[in-house]
């Protein structure tokens, strides 16, 4: 069973920046996918990036510009650096990982994601 375990969030102020972390403790399989989600109260989960076993990537349009996901194979943990935050940023953030590879790259609500981390909260203030 993969297990996801994120750390970094805390309380900004709007323009500031935060680096998400992920540790795995393993990879679910040679060809994967890993991504960050949010979910702030009251709202639907939203994706935010996600890269491959391949290196490709992505993210969501909501925070096109202003955040960056890596992977640092050899400490299987994966960054979400995010810039320019906004009170609308708000949100606990999750980590998850699914098996063979991110497919269509579309995950309505997280559906399709096989294993989470429990979150990490991010606070904005204006």
């Known amino acids: 069973q993969v297990q996801l375990v994120e750390s970094g969030g805390g309380s900004v102020e709007a323009g500031g920046s935060l680096n998400l972390s992920c540790v795995a403790s393993e990879y679910p399989t040679s060809s994967y996918c890993m991504g960050w989600f949010r979910q702030a109260p009251g709202t639907e989960r939203e994706w935010v990036a996600a890269?491959?076993?391949?290196?490709?990537?992505s993210h969501g349009y909501s925070v096109k510009g202003r955040v960056t996901i890596s992977l640092d194979n050899a400490k299987k943990t994966l960054y979400l650096q995010m810039n320019s935050l906004k009170p609308e940023d708000s949100a606990m953030y999750y980590c998850?990982?699914?098996?063979?590879?991110?497919?269509?790259?579309?995950?309505?609500?997280?559906?399709?994601?096989?294993?989470w981390g429990k979150g990490t909260l991010v606070t904005i203030s204006s």
């Open positions: 998850a990982a699914k098996r063979n590879g991110c497919g269509s790259w579309y995950w309505p609500g997280g559906d399709g994601m096989e294993y």
């Open positions: 890269l491959d076993s391949n290196g490709r990537s």
